[in-house]
């Protein structure tokens, strides 16, 4: 460390990054681990960014059970990277600059409370009701999803909703970066990391927080106080419409429910939501921030792998993957697996007598029968979709009632076929899995992906008994990712990137379920009496 120019080594700091698996010697005999190693510029400032400086060059293994060194080796004796003075993030004054002055303050009130009641972790609000858990492992769990359907009663969605895996590879073939493959997850727990919103708030208006309480590696009870946020939301217009004729308008603003937990995974902060809606949507969201995992680079050196962030630092290119399984029930009662999943895919008419213009298109719906044929990817110039349909229960049209999966923007990893990371995470391979429920199947890199060579487990293991999937107690894994090629804008803190998806439902009811939805009394009818008829511009458009 004096070689590099450290001499005080309280400043040092040590992120211990599991091994993952690349030879034999990686095998969970021992938990293992490679630190990541960085050194602080102020010893007296505690929100100083550490991650500004990283040592590389100096290999170390360390075996976590017995907290010993296994392997030490200076490989390569690489400059720490200067000071960088746009480093740190904290308030104007901490870190010698100046907050904007313009911001005025904006108050979400509730004068009369929230919408959402709650009993225990039983949670009712506009027709949806479920129930919160959590998990060392996931995190928030939604158990029991379903909808208050006036005279057709309650009607289930599904039986558990979470995010079950992260993966995050990183695209430098140089040292140490190509052994940054984290499984978030399942190596170290999304629950686990998470934070309690005591130490600031994430959420604004009327909130109701849960405590998370799980087992810790010690076999002790550990809770984590405000740790899941419950509230209410804004969310801009639900639907609107005008007559131009009468100049009468019809408008209701959007409001949804948020369920959300935040945590911490070394550098990175990762935000997850569950959105419920009052038109029968369920939107599931990640919210990206922290800081970059960064590298040091040698005087004069570029890498074409990464960003140069500022001198002798760069951001290396990676990827963050999600898997969120999906154990539904669509209008199933208890112990009926009656649901199906079709594919849709949008094509082009052929010309012909049947498309004189050459203006035709429509959807094309395919049954996946089995777990082979239900590997799937997603096609945006399809505007491919999945719907997962109850095969027993039709809406007043005679169609199967059902929820389609709707993608957001997604990727597959930028990987050969030979990558070690892979072998682990053969299931981000495709961006939908559908399988039959099982209960040992929990976890789409097997129940221990830590140092795990995964032989015969996991996600596409088990598809390889290619059970029957057309009336079925369905789950969906449905893997999704971003590619992250950093930015100077990027730096010191990211600010945050969103990615997730949508469970809509598709005639499942026989309606618009938000027609019911009140108008909002707001300051623009507050301000008019009636309708203001412009008869000139009626009689203009006639």
């Not at 050194?39 to 505690?46: A, G, H, K, L, W």
């Not at 720490?80 to 002055?101: Q, V």
Request: charged share 25%; hydrophobic share 35%; proline share 7%.
């Amino acid at each position: 460390m004096k070689k590099r120019g450290i001499d005080d080594m309280d400043l040092v700091m040590v992120d211990p990054w599991c091994v993952g698996y690349y030879k034999e010697e990686d095998a969970p005999s021992r938990r293992l681990a490679r630190p990541l190693i960085f050194c602080r510029t102020e010893s007296d400032c505690p929100m100083e960014n550490g991650y500004a400086r990283p040592v590389e060059g100096i290999h170390v293994l360390v075996d976590m059970q017995k907290m010993e060194v296994v392997e030490f080796e200076d490989q390569k004796l690489i400059p720490l990277p200067p000071p960088d003075p746009l480093r740190n993030y904290t308030a104007g004054e901490t870190r010698g600059g100046a907050d904007r002055s313009d911001v005025k303050p904006l108050q979400i009130i509730q004068p009369e409370g929230p919408s959402f009641r709650v009993n225990g972790y039983h949670v009712e609000w506009q027709k949806w009701n479920f129930r919160i858990g959590f998990t060392p492992r996931e995190g928030l769990v939604i158990y029991s999803i379903a909808y208050d359907d006036g005279s057709r009663g309650r009607r289930s969605v599904a039986h558990r909703l979470s995010f079950v895996e992260m993966v995050v590879p990183y695209g430098d073939p140089n040292g140490p970066h190509y052994r940054k493959n984290a499984f978030d997850a399942g190596e170290d727990g999304l629950g686990k990391n998470a934070h309690s919103l005591k130490k600031g708030c994430d959420c604004l208006g009327y909130i109701k927080y849960f405590d998370a309480h799980f087992t810790n590696f010690t076999g002790g009870v550990e809770t984590i106080e405000n740790c899941v946020c419950l509230h209410e939301e804004d969310h801009g217009i639900l639907w609107k419409h005008q007559d131009w004729r009468t100049g009468l308008a019809e408008v209701r603003r959007s409001r949804r429910l948020t369920v959300s937990f935040i945590c911490t995974v070394a550098n990175y902060e990762y935000g997850f939501f569950w959105h419920f809606y009052q038109d029968g949507k369920i939107e599931a969201e990640v919210k990206l921030t922290g800081i970059l995992s960064l590298g040091a680079l040698q005087h004069g050196e570029s890498r074409k792998y990464g960003t140069m962030i500022a001198p002798g630092l760069y951001a290396p290119v990676h990827q963050h993957f999600f898997v969120a399984r999906m154990d539904m029930a669509v209008d199933c009662k208890p112990g009926e697996p009656v649901n199906q999943v079709v594919e849709v895919n949008v094509k082009v008419e052929e010309p012909g007598p049947n498309n004189i213009h050459s203006n035709a298109f429509f959807a094309e719906e395919e049954l996946l029968r089995t777990e082979s044929e239900a590997q799937r990817d997603c096609n945006p110039l399809s505007a491919r979709h999945w719907i997962v349909r109850n095969t027993r229960t039709v809406n007043r049209t005679g169609q199967l009632t059902g929820y389609k999966l709707v993608p957001g923007s997604n990727c597959l990893p930028l990987a050969g076929s030979e990558a070690k990371f892979l072998r682990r995470a053969a299931f981000l391979q495709h961006n939908l899995w559908v399988t039959q429920y099982h209960k040992d199947e929990q976890y789409p890199g097997g129940e221990f992906p830590n140092q795990n060579p995964r032989v015969g487990e996991g996600l596409p293991t088990w598809v390889k008994q290619n059970r029957n999937l057309e009336e079925a107690d369905i789950v969906l894994w449905y893997v999704f990712g971003i590619t992250h090629v950093p930015r100077l804008e990027d730096w010191p803190v990211m600010p945050v990137e969103r990615i997730g998806f949508m469970l809509s439902p598709h005639g499942f009811f026989n309606c618009s379920p938000a027609v019911d939805v009140p108008p909002s009394i707001g300051e623009c009818e507050k301000e008019s009496v009636g309708p203001k008829i412009n008869q000139t511009g009626i009689l203009s458009k006639l």
